[in-house]
């Protein structure tokens, strides 16, 4: 049973567009919600996150939002550039480990 | 700071065979996770320890999966007999506990291919 989903195995975007990457969960006592983003041949890295209190965190390119109503969150990066290209996992975090989704592999295009 | 180190890097192993991976994480963190990454279900959470006491194995597949921390700097997965459904790539992560989750720092994993 998946607790955190990421429904876009894949997305392209063109270089200086915007990047939504999505992600959906089904439990309410998630706390904080992150996301990670991996390179191949490398282990995940952290990027961003939010706490469950809280709609929206900004850092720079990149802000997450999370609409806890439809326990849904997505990741905005803007612009987008051909170093963004990599597998991003949504995480949630809940009695001090982190539940990942399957991972959306997002590809800028130059 | 060397990060979480894992070894080894790549394994590949005959069916039946016992496989262990390595685990070295930061030093200073007390808590320590292993995961598994597959197509279908992303980073899997096997197993994770807070000051070396296995909190939750739940994540754990199968009897064939166990995982020791005989102390603060070191840790095993094992995989006895190993199967051909257990390829896959395999990431240790250590944090300081309380951090939210954006401590944790994973190590660059182990591809085990099983024929």
């Known amino acids: 049973d998946q607790q955190v989903k990421q429904n876009s195995p894949s997305l392209s975007v063109q270089e200086g567009r915007i990047s939504i990457l999505n992600c959906d969960y089904t439990?309410?006592?998630?706390?904080?919600f992150l996301w990670y983003k991996k390179y191949p041949a490398e282990g995940p890295t952290f990027l961003i996150s939010?706490?469950?209190?809280?709609d929206k965190n900004e850092d720079g390119r990149f802000t997450v939002f999370l609409n806890k109503s439809a326990k849904h969150l997505s990741l905005h990066i803007v612009p987008s550039q051909p170093g963004d290209s990599a597998v991003y996992f949504c995480?949630?975090?809940?009695?001090?480990?982190?539940?990942f989704g399957q991972g959306t592999e997002l590809s800028v295009k130059p | 700071d060397a990060g979480v180190i894992q070894s080894p890097r790549h394994e590949v192993t005959e069916m039946g065979q016992e496989v262990t991976l390595r685990c070295k994480p930061i030093?200073?963190?007390?808590?320590l996770f292993w995961y598994r990454q597959t197509m279908m279900r992303g980073l899997e959470l096997l197993i994770y320890?807070?000051?070396?006491?296995?909190?939750?194995d739940s994540g754990m597949p199968e009897d064939r999966f166990s995982a020791k921390m005989p102390n603060a700097s070191f840790s095993t997965l094992k995989i006895q007999p190993s199967e051909p459904r257990d390829s896959a790539v395999y990431f240790c992560?250590?944090?300081?506990?309380?951090?939210?989750?954006?401590?944790?720092?994973f190590g660059s994993g182990t591809r085990l291919t099983v024929v």
């Open positions: 992560a250590s944090s300081l506990r309380g951090t939210g989750g954006y401590g944790y720092t």
């Open positions: 030093s200073g963190h007390n808590s």
């Open positions: 995480a949630a975090s809940a009695g001090g480990k982190l539940i």
């Open positions: 439990n309410s006592m998630f706390d904080y």
């Open positions: 320890f807070n000051n070396n006491v296995p909190i939750d």
């Open positions: 939010i706490s469950s209190i809280k």
